[in-house]
């Protein structure tokens, strides 16, 4: 046995050998045993909440532990449905204060180390997501200079579209070149109208600094080129 588990059999040991009497039959008598249970589960999962945060155990024996006492409170909780409706009051009622424990046990309902790895995963993911955004937004530009598509109102929206998605990537710099290139960029196209186009010399300008730029974007990754 581990020790949060014993700590949690003690509690509901030392509620249950209590000697006023609070029941009248069989049934009650189950009934505040339940509520013991609860209640021992509760304040031992408290305790574990603490002991992680304070790094007093390992994320392992916190993940194992955590994992014991929602399983018994889930099923718990199931059975006294009828009895117990709403846990935060019963918690209230028993002047428990145990905000952690009712976090991870009702709103969370995992160890807070499975939200990590579940939050690390989607930023991961959305990462990699807004990556290859980037990409798509280089190539176009890109490619829309060589379909010589260089009236403002064709190229500023994709330029546009470039600089918005470096931004959301927050693994670049604030002064990355791509960033900064786009910017006066857009500036300058700003001053123009719809209608003019890029000449000959600034449509080469842009393409140069677009290639440029996709080069130290693609530099910049994690992992780039291994």
């Given at each position: 046995?581990?020790?949060?588990?014993?700590?949690?059999?003690?509690?509901?040991?030392?509620?249950?050998?209590?000697?006023?009497?609070?029941?009248?039959?069989?049934?009650?008598?189950?009934?505040?045993?339940?509520?013991?249970?609860?209640?021992?589960?509760?304040?031992?999962?408290?305790?574990?909440?603490?002991?992680?945060?304070?790094?007093?155990?390992?994320?392992?024996?916190?993940?194992?532990?955590?994992?014991?006492?929602?399983?018994?409170?889930?099923?718990?909780?199931?059975?006294?449905?009828?009895?117990?409706?709403?846990?935060?009051?019963?918690?209230?009622?028993?002047?428990?204060?145990?905000?952690?424990?009712?976090?991870?046990?009702?709103?969370?309902?995992?160890?807070?180390?499975?939200?990590?790895?579940?939050?690390?995963?989607?930023?991961?993911?959305?990462?990699?997501?807004?990556?290859?955004?980037?990409?798509?937004?280089?190539i176009t530009a890109m490619d829309?200079?060589?379909?010589?598509?260089?009236?403002?109102?064709?190229?500023?929206?994709?330029?546009?579209?470039?600089?918005?998605?470096?931004?959301?990537?927050?693994?670049?710099?604030?002064?990355?070149?791509?960033?900064?290139?786009?910017?006066?960029?857009?500036?300058?196209?700003?001053?123009?109208?719809?209608?003019?186009?890029?000449?000959?010399?600034?449509?080469?300008?842009?393409?140069?600094?677009?290639?440029?730029?996709?080069?130290?974007?693609?530099?910049?990754?994690?992992?780039?080129?291994?």
């Amino acid at each position: 046995m581990t020790p949060l588990y014993n700590l949690y059999r003690s509690l509901l040991f030392a509620l249950q050998d209590m000697e006023v009497k609070l029941w009248s039959d069989k049934r009650e008598r189950e009934m505040y045993e339940n509520f013991a249970e609860l209640y021992a589960i509760i304040k031992a999962t408290e305790k574990l909440e603490k002991a992680y945060v304070r790094d007093v155990i390992s994320s392992q024996e916190y993940e194992v532990e955590c994992q014991k006492l929602i399983a018994h409170f889930k099923t718990l909780a199931s059975s006294l449905k009828d009895t117990v409706p709403n846990i935060e009051r019963f918690a209230d009622t028993y002047k428990m204060d145990c905000p952690a424990a009712i976090n991870r046990l009702l709103v969370s309902g995992v160890p807070a180390t499975v939200e990590h790895r579940a939050a690390a995963a989607s930023s991961a993911s959305t990462s990699a997501a807004i990556v290859a955004e980037c990409v798509q937004n280089f190539i176009t530009a890109m490619d829309s200079l060589k379909l010589n598509m260089v009236a403002v109102d064709q190229v500023h929206p994709l330029l546009s579209d470039l600089y918005g998605s470096l931004n959301k990537l927050g693994i670049l710099p604030p002064d990355f070149e791509g960033k900064t290139k786009m910017k006066e960029w857009i500036a300058r196209l700003s001053k123009m109208g719809a209608a003019d186009e890029l000449t000959e010399q600034q449509a080469r300008q842009l393409h140069f600094d677009l290639e440029s730029s996709y080069n130290s974007f693609m530099a910049a990754l994690p992992n780039a080129g291994t």
